[in-house]
C-alpha cells in the first residue's frame, strides 16, 4: 500500500481565509496529499468584533 501524507495547515487573521483554503485544497489535491485545517481566532479578532457591536447598539440607542 501507498503512503499518503496529511498535512495540517493552522489559520489565524487571514482576510479572506476561504480563498485561501480553496488554494491550500486544490494544490493538496493535485498532489494526493491530505489536508486538514485549523481556524482560530485571535484575542483582537474577537474583541474588535464585540466593540463594533458594541458601536452599534450604541448608535441605535442614542438615534431614539
Do not use: C, W
Not at 19 to 43: P, Y
Not at 44 to 63: D, F, G
Amino acid at each position: 500500500m501507498e503512503k499518503r501524507y496529511t498535512i495540517g495547515v493552522m489559520i489565524g487573521n487571514a482576510n479572506s481565509p476561504m480563498n485561501l483554503m480553496q488554494g491550500i485544497f486544490h494544490a493538496a489535491k493535485s498532489m494526493d496529499v491530505n489536508v486538514l485545517f485549523f481556524l482560530g481566532f485571535t484575542v483582537v479578532i474577537t474583541i474588535n468584533l464585540i466593540l463594533a457591536k458594541i458601536r452599534k447598539m450604541i448608535m441605535i440607542i442614542s438615534s431614539m
